[in-house]
């Protein structure tokens, strides 16, 4: 995987009009693409082209792009192209992805040997641990499989094979009649190799290589994309043989390259088209992050925003309504589901028919039951689903909705048919995501109270920017979250409770992870070595100035073994107050990526951040978008770097409480301005140098080493297991 930022929207603009301008220019001709009848002379016939049954424009393109190329007898490429209908991870069930062709699991090591990186610490990392294939990049390989396969069973000896989004430079004919004359002329014995690259990325630091001619070299290791390749029918079977493919295609092929005779262009002459969204995901980005290779703040936005909204759901209890409503979060939408009435203010825009609603969704509402036909009059476009427990059951109910929304644009489901994409996307007109139907406990009607304000707190909060995001509501006067009746317990899949309060004396192995990691907005590495006993008891947490490769600076932090789903959190600790220095104490998780934050800045060590990240999804989910997140700051009254506080957050299924010295100072309900996050966190306490200057200053290196103490963490909390994160 190259690791490359993508362009921005004025450059993609850019990168679109030159596309279209090639369009003007004389069509190019390569004469290695030959007909099947010409028997004396070697070169290509068929043209693979992989492509989603949900991306026509994509094929289109393609097909012009190919019709820009002619062939030795003068007809365009577009004439010998053989559409390959590409394995599709939003389509097909996550069960049928799995197969004897591919092994989903790979390592960090893995990846290191395509593209190592000098400025790492490799050893200091656990480079065996394995990595999990995303469902895009297993459909990816079945697809290039898929190819390989076919080719085989034809009767050409040469194929090029090209994925729907790239497009061929001026050059492209020319460099492959000589390269291909000079691997003639080297290698007269037919095949003269088994895969030739003509698309490719070489990794950051140069791809290790022999020259053979001119326009040729022998890779050992190190190029990225499989975007466009030729294949000698030797090849492919070599391939096939070589299976099954462990870890996505472009970095398993590089593990495979003593094997095969390889060969590449001096240039890549195909190349990737940059006005395009990549629609896949790739399982070794936190694997790279964790040791600091990717280092870039950029925001990670979600970009499929619905377009068919109002939506409107009803069902009987115990019918599935909380995945429902989970699912068309995954799909974008902003949905309020499981309560037995709207906030006023909601319900008023909504029954009038106002645009400028919070939600966009809402499921199982148990007072939108008398206003069905309110709805269809407001609404004519909306769309409506019922969902009954099985199919035989009787509700009178469901048969009352059913009938009141005659005429209208309704999905009737039964509950065994909740538990995949293709109804629901087909209704909404939408993809399906990369992940599977989530399966949620049903959270039935929630009694909805007055949410508490801000202006109700001892200390209101100043909002800062938050991420755009549809699982963040945007700020009104009015609007306070939905408050709901207190639950504390959490789902009965996580019976056990953690009660412990820990000095910190010693470090307990058991219960504490040191970690030695970082992640992108770091600008230091996490040391053991910075974890250390302070004087007055409990750690020191320092920040140093030292050069470690892939960071200036080494950092400190601790984190629970234990995952954690609902509780409370305490710390006592004194923050440093050195500018663009950060000191945290947090839950946290990735995939989906949630996170509830006390922070204190260096250069405000008088104010207190905090946060909330919330992402959709089940476990392993890959929602992990947004970069600020949700971020208020509250005048604390003193100086947090002058003395010991203490610090502790109350997490529910309904709501989340800050307190400070045992006060309550922040609080915040459902959908304010998040969902509640809901699954397992671990919880963290550190000390590091921020990369954003906007967020916690300039760093004052001359400051350096400086530290933050922590003395005591107590935990009163609901545990699951760690594995399963």
């Not at 994925?163 to 004919?173: A, L, N, S």
Request: include cysteine; proline fraction near 7%.
């Amino acid at each position: 995987m190259n690791v490359s930022k993508p362009l921005g929207s004025a450059l993609r603009l850019l990168h679109a009009l030159f596309l279209q301008f090639r369009s003007r220019l004389p069509r190019q001709k390569c004469l290695k693409f030959i007909s099947s009848s010409d028997v004396p002379q070697s070169g290509i016939s068929p043209i693979f082209v992989i492509n989603l049954d949900r991306q026509p424009a994509r094929w289109t393109d393609m097909v012009r792009e190919l019709d820009r190329v002619l062939d030795s007898s003068g007809k365009p490429l577009s004439e010998r192209v053989v559409r390959y209908s590409a394995c599709d991870a939003q389509t097909c069930p996550p069960d049928s992805l799995d197969g004897a062709d591919v092994d989903p699991f790979y390592t960090l090591g893995d990846q290191l040997f395509v593209e190592p990186q000098p400025l790492a610490v490799p050893d200091a990392f656990d480079l065996e641990r394995p990595i999990r294939m995303t469902q895009a990049e297993i459909a990816v390989a079945r697809s290039h499989i898929g190819v390989w396969r076919a080719f085989v069973a034809s009767s050409e000896s040469y194929a090029l094979v090209l994925e729907d989004d790239v497009w061929f430079e001026r050059g492209f004919g020319r460099i492959l009649e000589q390269a291909w004359r000079e691997m003639e002329d080297a290698h007269p014995a037919v095949p003269i190799f088994d895969v030739l690259y003509v698309s490719y990325n070489e990794v950051r630091y140069g791809a290790p290589k022999e020259i053979l001619s001119k326009n040729v070299f022998r890779p050992e290791r190190g190029l990225w994309y499989l975007s466009g390749y030729v294949l000698s029918k030797r090849g492919a079977q070599a391939l096939l043989d070589l299976l099954p493919c462990r870890g996505p295609v472009d970095l398993w092929i590089n593990q495979k390259f003593h094997e095969l005779k390889v060969r590449a262009l001096r240039r890549s002459v195909i190349n990737q088209r940059r006005d395009l969204h990549s629609t896949n995901s790739y399982s070794i980005l936190p694997a790279l992050s964790g040791i600091g290779i990717l280092d870039s703040g950029d925001a990670a936005l979600f970009h499929r925003w619905p377009t068919h909204a109002p939506v409107f759901a009803f069902g009987v209890p115990g019918s599935g309504l909380s995945s429902l409503a989970m699912a068309l979060s995954m799909l974008g939408y902003r949905c309020c589901s499981d309560f037995d009435r709207l906030p006023e203010c909601e319900l008023e825009r909504l029954l009038a028919g106002r645009a400028d609603r919070v939600f966009d969704a809402y499921v199982n509402i148990d007072s939108l039951r008398p206003q069905i036909l309110r709805l269809i009059q407001h609404y004519p476009e909306a769309k409506y689903i019922v969902i009954d427990d099985i199919v035989t059951s009787a509700s009178r109910h469901n048969d009352a909705i059913l009938g009141a929304l005659e005429g209208a644009d309704v999905l009737h489901l039964h509950r065994e048919q909740t538990s995949s994409w293709r109804a629901l996307c087909q209704h909404l007109k939408l993809a399906p995501p990369d992940a599977p139907y989530p399966a949620v406990h049903d959270i039935g009607l929630r009694k909805h109270h007055p949410a508490q304000r801000d202006g109700e707190m001892a200390a209101p909060a100043k909002w800062l920017r938050h991420d755009p995001s549809p699982w963040i509501a945007k700020r009104r006067a009015n609007w306070a979250g939905i408050g709901a009746g207190v639950d504390e317990s959490p789902e009965s899949s996580v019976p056990l409770r953690m009660c412990f309060e820990d000095d910190l004396a010693q470090i307990d192995s058991a219960r504490w992870l040191q970690r030695n990691d970082t992640f992108p907005g770091n600008l230091g590495l996490f040391r053991h070595a910075n974890v250390t006993a302070s004087a007055s008891g409990g750690l020191s947490l320092s920040v140093i100035e030292e050069r470690l490769g892939v960071r200036n600076f080494s950092a400190a932090a601790i984190s629970s073994r234990a995952c954690f789903l609902f509780g409370r959190f305490e710390a006592i600790l004194q923050a440093t107050s050195v500018p663009g220095l950060v000191t945290g104490f947090f839950l946290h998780r990735d995939s989906p990526r949630q996170e509830i934050d006390v922070e204190i800045l260096g250069n405000q060590p008088d104010q207190l951040l905090v946060n909330v990240f919330y992402n959709p999804g089940g476990e392993r989910t890959k929602f992990d978008y947004g970069y600020r997140g949700t971020p208020a700051v509250i005048k604390l009254g003193f100086d947090a770097s002058r003395a010991l506080h203490r610090f502790a957050i109350e997490w529910t299924p309904n709501e989340i409480r800050w307190f400070v010295d045992q006060k309550l100072v922040h609080c915040r309900a459902t959908w304010n301005p998040t969902p509640i996050p809901h699954l397992p966190m671990t919880l963290h306490v550190n000390t590091w140098p921020a990369r954003s200057r906007e967020f916690a200053g300039r760093l004052a290196v001359r400051a350096l080493p400086a530290s933050s103490l922590l003395h005591r963490v107590a935990v009163d909390a609901y545990i699951a297991d760690a594995q399963s994160l």
